[in-house]
């Protein structure tokens, strides 16, 4: 089974100032699909942002960019302009392009947005 | 809207009873999961279902039991067995993974407790 890890159990930020979260995985394959989930405290599972890897140019979705290094295996979220809202669970998601439709999740990184 | 349905919202079970939770999507997704949560945890994967009257153990699956007699519903049971039930549960669904970089879609959970 693939690995994730993620690093940092807990991060803060100010508002308006900028995070990354970070991530890494552990497989062999050369295909596969990546995914950051955030969780509110009303438990809601967010898709964030996804990345395909064999795409080279990284994600973004407004205020969220990702960092892929694909020769590294990290995958880190980068919060840009962070606001009271962006305070949640963060996990990262690993998904093979080519066995199996398992999703495997980090243990999470709780992010503290300080007004 | 499409989505994902989880019931109940809260469920209490005595000692020696067995529960179920209920889980409907009308996303057409083939793909079907149960995860558990516990307090400031990640996600565990129970069982998971690629297609109708077939599925799979997770890393967690003793104690649980699963049907899936029609591609919408994907209903869990945590029997008496289970002998630590008291957690946050989600139900996900998805498209198989030929179909690119489609996500999991997430209910808003059932949380479990013990009488």
């Known amino acids: 089974a693939q690995t994730v890890t993620q690093s940092q159990p807990e991060m803060s930020v100010q508002e308006a100032e900028t995070v990354t979260l970070s991530c890494t995985y552990d497989t062999s394959e050369s295909d596969y699909y990546l995914f950051w989930y955030k969780q509110p405290p009303s438990r809601q599972m967010i898709l964030v942002i996804r990345?395909?890897?064999?795409?080279?140019q990284n994600a973004t979705e407004n205020r969220f960019s990702v960092n892929f290094q694909k020769a590294a295996k990290s995958f880190s979220l980068k919060i840009s302009d962070s606001q009271l809202g962006d305070a949640a669970m963060y996990f990262c998601?690993?998904?093979?392009?080519?066995?199996?439709?398992?999703?495997?999740f980090g243990t999470g990184t709780s992010l503290t947005v300080i007004p | 809207d499409g989505g994902i349905t989880q019931s109940p919202k809260y469920l209490f079970r005595k000692e020696g009873q067995n529960v179920t939770l209920s889980c409907e999507q009308n996303l057409n997704h083939d793909a079907m999961y149960w995860y558990r949560q516990d307090p400031g945890q990640g996600l565990r994967l129970i069982y998971y279902?690629?297609?109708?009257?077939?599925?799979q153990k997770g890393d967690i699956a003793e104690g649980y039991s699963v049907s899936r007699e029609k591609k919408e519903s994907f209903p869990l049971t945590v029997t008496s067995a289970q002998k630590n039930p008291t957690a946050f549960y989600l139900c996900?669904?998805?498209?198989?993974?030929?179909?690119?970089?489609?996500?999991?879609?997430f209910g808003d959970g059932t949380r479990l407790s013990i009488l």
């Open positions: 998601a690993y998904r093979s392009a080519w066995t199996g439709n398992q999703f495997y």
């Open positions: 996900a669904s998805s498209l198989p993974r030929d179909r690119g970089n489609q996500p999991q879609h």
């Open positions: 990345q395909e890897a064999y795409k080279q």
């Open positions: 279902s690629q297609i109708v009257n077939d599925f």
